[in-house]
């Protein structure tokens, strides 16, 4: 992990601010690319690098047809089983989304793409994008166990 | 106070509201602000001031100006890319400028046709 990249990047996120919202996070993570509103994480899931996708949440006892929907369409499909381990020929997604105190899902708010050789990329908003282990951003913000789409 | 007084403290507002929000992935949450709404109400005036300072900064101004013209060069909210979006207005820009009075092109109160 290369924590020399993007080092003005890496400030928001290392502060009080970014501890806030990632607690965490810390420090292990790798900036690999500038912040832009060119795209967003949904997109950069999807292998896009111009398309803002607004991460859409269902009706309350379909929380996930949406995203659902979306994957499809590029080959994704929801697993019942949550694995971050790296498999041959497996592309893997996790999707974050808040959880209400009873625990039903609330909104649908991020998601992390698996990357070939087993690291974890994912764009922040108009943030950077960087790369982290998925669970280090298991907040209030993103505070769900991901969904895994392979 | 002028209008463009005002429109620097409202894009100011909005810009501090949307630094705040710049980890998050749903445009709504850029856009649910007082500012945001309040650049919107201040019309065709504000255009001009928009597209001088959108070089410089990562506003999600294509919203406002979709809502001020009433001109749709986003099709789908939840999903479309920014940098597009952002050439088509700099282009539609261009031609008004091309259109209209150099005065009126550059800040004074101008109409736009809605769409």
């Known amino acids: 992990m290369d924590k020399s990249k993007f080092p003005e990047e890496r400030i928001p996120l290392e502060g009080e601010a970014g501890h806030q919202l990632f607690p965490q996070l810390g420090d292990n993570f790798e900036v690999l690319g500038p912040s832009t509103?060119?795209?967003?994480?949904?997109?950069?899931s999807l292998g896009k690098k111009d398309l803002w996708i607004n991460p859409q949440t269902g009706s309350a006892d379909a929380p996930f047809a949406r995203m659902?929907?979306?994957?499809?369409?590029?080959?994704?499909?929801?697993s019942d089983e949550m694995c971050l381990e790296q498999e041959p020929e497996i592309s893997r997604i996790v999707l974050y989304a808040t959880k209400s105190a009873e625990g039903h899902i609330q909104k649908i708010t991020h998601a992390a793409l698996q990357e070939p050789d087993g690291t974890w990329s994912s764009k922040l908003g108009q943030g950077p994008l960087f790369a982290t282990l998925p669970q280090k951003l298991s907040t209030a913000l993103f505070s769900v166990k991901p969904w895994q789409f392979i | 106070?002028?209008?463009?007084?005002?429109?620097?403290?409202?894009?100011?507002?909005?810009?501090?509201?949307?630094?705040q929000m710049r980890f998050s992935s749903i445009m709504a949450d850029y856009l649910d602000h007082p500012a945001y709404r309040e650049l919107v109400d201040l019309?065709?005036?504000?255009?001009?001031?928009?597209?001088a300072r959108w070089p410089q900064d990562n506003l999600p101004w294509e919203f406002v100006l979709q809502k001020i013209t009433g001109i749709a060069m986003i099709d789908d909210a939840n999903e479309f890319s920014p940098p597009q979006v952002r050439k088509k207005w700099l282009d539609w820009w261009s031609e008004?400028?091309?259109?209209?009075?150099?005065?009126?092109a550059n800040g004074a109160s101008t109409r736009t046709d809605k769409h």
Not at chain 1, 37 to 44: G, K, L, M
Not at chain 2, 1 to 18: P, V
Not at chain 2, 43 to 51: D, H, K, V, Y
């Open chain 1, 37 to 44: 509103s060119d795209y967003n994480c949904i997109a950069h």
């Open chain 2, 1 to 19: 106070m002028t209008l463009k007084d005002r429109f620097e403290i409202l894009a100011k507002q909005w810009s501090d509201h949307c630094q």
């Open chain 2, 43 to 51: 019309g065709t005036s504000a255009i001009p001031w928009i597209m």
């Open chain 1, 68 to 78: 659902d929907e979306k994957y499809r369409d590029s080959g994704f499909y929801r």
């Open chain 2, 96 to 104: 008004q400028q091309r259109r209209l009075p150099s005065s009126v």
